[in-house]
């Protein structure tokens, strides 16, 4: 399906083309996370956009149609701007956008992405891109900073006590059922990749394939859910999982383990089904799905290693033999923490517990979460820059920057925001007149947001 850019605003952004001063010949506008949960944030998703909706021409048709809807919708419509696009640019958008690498990670209050028109003509087409490139940034970045954020947490509680070689496959994606979209399944799905290889969203799989050119960057398990469970009814769930166990040998099997009774279902495992489990050579992931999280996660460590037995690591604490919890409920960062607390106090590593998330990694933020705006610092008015800001008395905050800002990294690491220098800037050209600049690679993603810190 065609996406046509010029549908892809606000209503008001249709009436800006004559509200800028007389002369102006260029407007300069930048992205920022102005502050939020998390004091950083992992910048991703520009790529797909710019690949899915930019690098293809507005045509006559896009025109057409975009005038009838307009103005039937009660708003003016520039249909000699778009022509002039159509003409003297072959339909592609005379605009420049610059940005951070993928996967870098910024502090808040610092400018991530730039806009400016190339075509003194067009001056009006930066801010009326504002809505479609402000989504394509806020949401995939603030979800890769979500994910980034609860593998700290992990990597935390690894290092105390456990096996920091296995964090790739600490926190699934459960998500996908839980967005408002498709897309947004693919993006916040993708994000999550950044900074993890589990994942059941296989949206985000065919987008990363298709705009990041990877092969296959996320990987998942067989798994039970509760349908499979309780469709072999209450008196025959021990069949339903030695079905399961027997079918998926060799490998990780995951068993939601809650449809009935959890510590029957630990019980079965360590008992009847303990030699299929053996025979098989399976890894069991036993999953509780309902309860107060640490809690539950805490006593099916307890039962299973009562079956099961476990070795004890050179930093002194248990990891259960065969057996792993995988807790897909509740789960946020907060809950991460507290569950991984719960269990080092019963002297239990990390390495026996895996996560799944769903709702509250993909969908239980938005673009207040860490404030994102898009905003006009500079415009030049007949020859001349003049630098444009806002300062509402009545929130501080809400201060922009002024002038041609930009990303500055200093000696040290740090980044700092700055009135452009071009040769020294973070931001790198990413499009510029319908062509894509610069491209990264999905690799190059997860290395520029790899954790390289042993402390946190």
Aim: hydrophobic share 35%; proline share 4%.
């Amino acid at each position: 399906m065609k996406h046509n850019i010029i549908l892809n605003s606000d209503s008001y952004k249709y009436s800006m083309f004559n509200q800028y001063p007389e002369g102006t010949e260029t407007v300069y506008s930048y992205i920022e996370s102005r502050g939020g949960k998390w004091p950083s944030t992992v910048f991703f998703g520009l790529q797909a956009f710019i690949k899915e909706y930019l690098l293809e021409p507005i045509t006559q048709e896009d025109i057409d149609i975009a005038e009838q809807i307009i103005t039937a919708h009660g708003e003016p419509f520039y249909r000699e701007g778009w022509e002039y696009i159509l003409n003297a640019h072959n339909g592609f958008l005379p605009v420049n956008i610059k940005a951070v690498p993928e996967g870098t990670i910024v502090p808040v209050k610092n400018v991530l992405a730039t806009i400016e028109n190339t075509d003194p003509k067009c001056f009006w087409l930066t801010t009326f891109l504002e809505t479609a490139l402000l989504r394509a940034i806020w949401y995939p970045t603030s979800v890769a900073t979500n994910s980034y954020e609860s593998k700290k947490i992990i990597l935390k509680w690894l290092e105390k006590n456990g096996d920091d070689n296995d964090i790739d496959f600490k926190l699934h994606d459960f998500g996908a059922r839980g967005v408002s979209s498709l897309e947004s399944s693919a993006l916040g799905g993708a994000a999550h990749l950044v900074n993890f290889c589990g994942t059941d969203n296989v949206a985000s799989l065919v987008l990363l394939t298709r705009w990041y050119g990877v092969g296959c960057a996320g990987f998942s398990v067989p798994a039970m859910e509760h349908s499979t469970v309780t469709s072999w009814g209450r008196d025959r769930e021990v069949e339903s999982y030695r079905n399961m166990i027997r079918k998926n040998p060799n490998g990780v099997v995951s068993i939601v383990s809650d449809s009935y009774n959890i510590y029957q279902a630990c019980e079965m495992f360590g008992t009847v089904l303990k030699q299929d489990i053996i025979d098989n050579n399976v890894q069991l992931v036993v999953r509780p799905d309902s309860g107060v999280p640490a809690i539950i996660v805490s006593e099916c460590l307890f039962m299973l290693d009562r079956y099961f037995g476990h070795t004890v690591n050179d930093k002194g604490y248990k990891v259960l033999n065969t057996v792993r919890v995988l807790q897909g409920d509740g789960i946020t960062g907060e809950s991460i923490d507290l569950i991984l607390k719960y269990a080092d106090s019963r002297g239990y590593s990390a390495d026996n517990i895996l996560f799944g998330q769903g709702g509250a990694l993909l969908q239980q933020l938005d673009r207040d979460t860490q404030k994102w705006a898009m905003k006009c610092s500079a415009i030049k008015v007949n020859g001349t820059w003049r630098e444009v800001f806002k300062d509402p008395i009545t929130d501080p905050g809400k201060t922009s920057k002024k002038g041609r800002v930009t990303l500055y990294k200093r000696e040290d690491g740090t980044y700092y925001s700055g009135l452009e220098d071009w040769p020294l800037s973070e931001l790198k050209v990413v499009f510029e007149n319908g062509k894509l600049f610069n491209e990264i690679t999905f690799d190059q993603v997860r290395e520029n947001a790899r954790l390289t810190q042993t402390t946190f």
